[in-house]
């Protein structure tokens, strides 16, 4: 059945576009696409549409094209850049679609945040700026960090994070030619827009007639900062039931303030402490493939009703479905050209859909924005988590190999290059960075595993990862420490443990969701935390090893409480005294140790993690959170104090030397008490020997190595492995004594 003809007008290149036409003629209608430039679109060699080429921004020849058609029952189009033609074209012949000059105002982000702002609705505080002095000026007055975008942009092109002036005068330079090598479009008009902190969501809302249906609000992911690439949405969003109409209406009211009484519409906002803020509200359907992922959860195709409305035949709404849905896309980690890309596995029934953005031999640039995606797939089932799961793990099993231009410098300067690259000799690099061992790096390695699992809470709790991205990391990581990190063994660390901790995280979750892991942190606080989780292990082992020395000493005044000894002065006896007195000396100086050691722990109260390379982070992370997870107080109170002092460390070493040099003070004064001139104790022969010329001298290797290497567990290990022989002479120290007293 022939039901007459359906223009489109340009068309998404990596969205639904291709989807609607397939769609146009399975519900009996000829599709056409007429575009200024057909090679932007692939998907034509599949003869998808009959193809017109025109000049797509004119309305007057969007006209011309139509009329020539006959029989025209819709005219719509899936791009951004081109609704407003559109409408106007299907208004000027008077078929269904949105009025021109509320889509225009829509489009123009400048004049959709005065007309929201005019009619109270929630906005972030919004600049205009047409020059970098516009920009300077703008951040005069703003608090940083900024959000940077193109006037008229779509699909996250040219929108950029910014916290410095330098950055957001880069990212307005940018954003100007963003949309150039997109669809030929310049935008000399930059906005410069207040970041929101805040979970976002977006609304899905179709109009019919002036009222407003919203089809529901769904959870965005995005990826790392300073872009803001969407790689997955939720539906329905985890939030109560009476939220979510709240919400529902809230995005409503945004679209009408704008006047869009007909056809689809996509809003954009975040929830902050004050409450809802819209970013954006956009007149068409969202981007992302989010139609689709809408169509299988609610059960019927969101992109027929779409073009049945277009056509005229009115709107539906669909029923509330008990099912959920989820959708997530893999980046591409690098520019470059695509050797492999394909799924490993097949998908099941809880993956409905899953599809290659991109195909092999495909040249891949890294743009910050949607083109970056090379995948997707689409789960749903009766709960949230499981269609996440669904599709997290169909996703992470997309094998990608990409090749990129600079190969391996094989030791020689690369040809017009304006840096030396250079690789070392093997040997240098074993001495620069040793291959693992785990007997030497174990202990770092748990550390670090054990502060990836408290970010990892931190970070879902804060919904900045979902639970089910967090779940599959924890148990790789739990894996890593069950298995003793093993697979780690002798592997090449040039760029230190954990990079290469790191790459055995993603070689096991894959690189997009572990990822995730080193969102809103650095290497320096990471650092920074390892190296007080360290110098705390080796303080609580210390002051634990100090009190075992103790009871030990405690125990040895006791058995020699009836015992004299002499004192000496210059090594030449000089008054009556006894073991136990010397021994409670050594007791309270080590207990004085302990003390000092207890204070320092006391003092590392404050937990580095949250301090990134020393500026903290914009993203909002719960840093005591954190800090409680790993045994701290507090979180950081300065974040470049967090990262860039050691004086714990330093007390902490001044800490250590006393306790060796006391240690030292007390192996020399037992040893001197080995000879044969003072002869007051014993030492068992397994804890001496004789000498390599001198066979008849008794070397005291213990009490040598516990003086002269000052080791304070060694020396605290030999106090408490001492053997009840070592105990004192009690003849030669009555003897001793009597002489000291004549």
């Known amino acids: 059945m022939n039901r007459g003809s359906f223009l489109f007008v340009e068309s998404n290149t990596t969205g639904t576009g291709e989807l609607l036409m397939k769609r146009a003629r399975a519900l009996g209608f000829e599709p056409y696409l007429v575009t200024r430039d057909p090679a932007r679109y692939a998907f034509l060699k599949d003869t998808v549409a009959h193809v017109i080429e025109a000049e797509t921004r004119s ?12 029989r025209m029952a819709g005219i719509y189009s899936s791009s951004e850049y081109f609704v407003e033609a559109a409408s106007s074209a299907a208004t000027a012949i008077g078929l ?45 007055q ?98 109560p039931g009476h939220s979510l109409q709240e919400l529902a209406s809230f995005a409503v009211s945004a679209v009408s303030a704008l006047g869009l009484e007909f056809g689809p519409a996509h809003v954009e906002f975040v929830i902050a402490e004050s409450g809802p803020v819209i970013i954006e509200v956009n007149p068409r359907m969202a981007g992302g493939m989010i139609p689709v992922m809408l169509s299988h959860a609610l059960g019927t195709s969101i992109l027929d009703m779409v073009i049945k409305l277009y056509a ?45 953005l991109k195909s092999e031999g495909d040249e891949v640039q890294i743009n910050g924005d949607f083109r970056d995606r090379v995948a997707y797939a689409i789960g749903v089932a009766d709960e949230l988590n499981a269609a996440a799961a669904a599709a ?77 991205t967090a779940a599959d990391l924890l148990k790789h990581i739990l894996d890593l420490q069950d298995e003793g990190f093993q697979s780690l063994e002798g592997r090449d660390a040039p760029r230190g443990l954990y990079l290469a901790y790191e790459a055995e995280l993603a070689a096991r979750a894959g690189p997009e969701k572990a990822g995730w892991l080193h969102l809103a ?51 030449q006896i000089a008054l009556p005294g006894s073991p136990g007195h010397y021994l409670l000396g050594v007791f309270f100086a080590l207990g004085r140790e302990r003390q000092r050691l207890h204070c320092l722990l006391e003092d590392i109260r404050n937990c580095p993690m949250g301090a990134g390379a020393g500026g903290g982070t914009s993203m ?56 044969r001139e003072f002869a007051l104790i014993d030492i068992p022969h397994n804890l001496a020997g004789g000498s390599s010329m001198l066979p008849k001298r008794r070397t005291r290797f213990c009490l040598n190595t516990l003086r002269d290497r000052q080791a304070p567990c060694l020396a605290l290990t030999s106090l408490r492995r001492q053997q009840p022989a070592n105990r004192l002479s009690a003849t030669r120290l009555k003897r001793a004594t009597t002489a000291a007293l004549l």
């Open 59 to 70: 309305p007057d020849e969007l006209v011309g094209v139509a009329t020539k058609l006959g």
């Open 96 to 140: 269904p679609t949105a009025n021109p000059e509320a889509i225009a105002t829509c489009r123009n982000k400048w004049k959709q945040a005065a007309e929201l702002r005019r009619q109270s609705i929630a906005i972030p505080e919004t600049r205009l700026a047409t020059s970098v002095s516009d920009v300077e000026n703008i951040l005069a």
């Open 142 to 239: 703003a608090t940083l960090p900024v959000v940077v975008k193109p006037v008229s942009g779509s699909g996250s092109s040219g929108v950029r994070l910014c916290d410095s002036t330098a950055a957001t005068i880069k990212a307005f330079e940018s954003a100007r030619g963003a949309l150039l090598d997109q669809v030929g479009l310049c935008s000399p008009d930059v906005l410069i827009q207040q970041y929101i902190r805040g979970k976002e969501y977006s609304a899905e809302i179709i109009a019919n007639d002036g009222t407003l249906h919203c089809l529901g609000v769904l959870a965005k992911h995005k990826g790392p900062p300073p872009c803001f690439v969407e790689v997955g949405h939720d539906f329905p969003t985890p939030l």
């Open 312 to 356: 005229g035949e009115g709107f539906t709404p669909p029923r509330a479905s008990a099912r959920a849905g989820a959708i997530r896309f893999r980046l591409a980690p690098t520019s470059g050209k695509l050797k492999r890309l394909g799924f490993s596995r097949n998908p099941d029934q809880t993956v409905p859909e899953a599809r290659l």
């Open 392 to 468: 997290e793990g169909m996703i992470d099993s997309l094998v990608i190999d990409i090749e990129t231009g600079g190969g391996e410098s094989d030791n020689k300067q690369d040809p017009g290059s304006s840096y030396a690259r250079w690789t070392l000799h093997p040997e240098a690099m074993k001495l620069l960075a040793p291959p693992i061992e785990i007997s030497r790096d174990g202990r770092l390695l748990r550390h670090q595993a054990a502060i990836d699992e408290a970010h990892l809470v931190m970070l879902a709790d804060q919904s900045l990862v979902s639970q089910a």
């Open 521 to 571: 942190r650095s290497r320096n606080d990471l650092n920074a935390t390892i190296s007080l989780l360290v110098l705390r292990e080796a303080a609580c082992s210390i002051s634990q090893e100090i009190g075992i020395a103790q009871d030990a000493l405690l125990q040895r005044v006791e058995e020699a409480s009836r015992l004299v000894a002499p004192l000496y002065s210059q090594y």
């Open 620 to 675: 909002p992370i719960d840093p005591l959170k954190t800090a409680n997870l790993l045994g701290f107080e507090l979180p950081l109170f300065n974040s470049l104090d967090a990262v860039a002092s050691r004086d714990h460390h330093l007390q902490a070493l001044s800490l250590f030397v006393g306790v060796s040099t006391l240690l030292s003070r007390v192996a020399q004064d037992l040893q001197v008490w080995t000879t």
